[in-house]
């Protein structure tokens, strides 16, 4: 997993903690903004790990079609 993608992991994570802690403290407003982060981080998290998918499958696959000669 990319360092970038365990970033956003954490930062979702901890997102989602903070929105629970805000909803049961009783502040809607700042609970609505947490989940917003949380949306936004874990979108975040699934791009990083599919650009560094796809980074990989386009190196695996210039190193096994070059042509020698």
Known sequence: MPRLALYALVVCVLAVAAAVVSFV???????????????LSSN??????????DARRAA???????VTG
Do not use: D, N
Not at 44 to 52: A, L, S
Not at 60 to 66: I, L, Q, R, V
């Open 25 to 39: 403290q009783g502040s809607v407003l700042i609970g609505v903004v947490w989940v917003l982060l949380s949306g």
């Open 60 to 66: 695996s696959a210039s190193t096994s079609t070059s």
């Open 44 to 53: 975040m998290c699934w791009y990083y790990v599919k650009r560094g998918r």
